[in-house]
């Protein structure tokens, strides 16, 4: 079982609408989890950290469930600009940030006006 | 920007040559790791650097090596070059080993 796991799309969605994606982990000890934005052919961007609390950054909330080991992410009011591969990360923990970051494939989302 | 550099853009080399990139890390960030992408993949961990040693490492094999030097910037080494070592080669900077990592553009690798 791979340790990040996403539906890798492509998400066809309409200008305005809502979307969400999901990720599952495997590694139940594992510490911090973000999502990253990667443009294609361009350097993976933090998007944000994802907290048990969750957290909200304007249009984009993040979810994270530790009992499911589940990650999520819901961009309401979409952009053409939102348009990008969206990846799941994971931090094992054990080791401080030494043991990497773990990334998903990536969920690639095209915004259609 | 992240303030996260690396040279080259691109490199092309042929099966068994051996290469060298560079990453200059975020002013004030003395943690360096570097990721291999392969096309339709996540990236994947190589290794990290902190304060000049290496103090982590992923599923790659020894031929994969790095340096980190005293400002902080960083090599990525890569002997014997195979065909599957064609990929985007990411570097990301963050402090003192925080999880939360900032990238460069990478380094675009083909290897025929």
């Known amino acids: 079982r791979k340790e990040v796991e996403q539906d890798p799309g492509p998400f066809n969605v309409p200008e305005g609408a809502t979307v969400a994606f999901n990720c599952t982990y495997s590694n139940s000890a594992s510490q911090s989890f973000f999502w990253y934005r990667q443009d294609c052919r361009k350097e993976p961007k933090l998007l944000m950290s994802v907290y048990s609390s969750g957290n909200e950054d304007g249009r984009f909330t993040a979810q994270l469930n530790r009992a499911s080991q589940y990650i999520s992410l819901l961009i309401r009011d979409s952009k053409l600009s939102d348009s990008a591969t969206y990846l799941c990360?994971?931090?094992?923990?054990?080791?401080?940030?030494?043991?990497?970051?773990?990334f998903g494939k990536g969920t690639h989302l095209i915004i259609q006006p | 920007e992240t303030g996260v550099t690396q040279s080259p853009t691109h490199l092309i080399k042929t099966r068994g040559q051996q290469v060298t990139l560079r990453c200059s890390s975020q002013s004030g960030h003395n943690t360096v790791s570097w990721y291999q992408q392969a096309l339709g993949q996540g990236p994947q961990f190589i290794f990290q650097?902190?304060?000049?040693?290496?103090?982590g490492r992923g599923n790659f094999p020894p031929r994969f090596s790095g340096l980190q030097f005293p400002n902080y910037s960083s090599e990525l080494n890569v002997n014997a070059l195979e065909l599957d070592d064609s990929a985007l080669y990411l570097c990301?900077?963050?402090?003192?080993?925080?999880?939360?990592?900032?990238f460069g553009p990478g380094t675009r690798l083909t290897v025929l």
């Open positions: 990360v994971v931090n094992r923990g054990t080791g401080g940030g030494a043991d990497g970051l773990t």
């Open positions: 990301a900077s963050s402090p003192d080993q925080a999880r939360t990592q900032y």
């Open positions: 650097y902190y304060r000049e040693e290496e103090n």
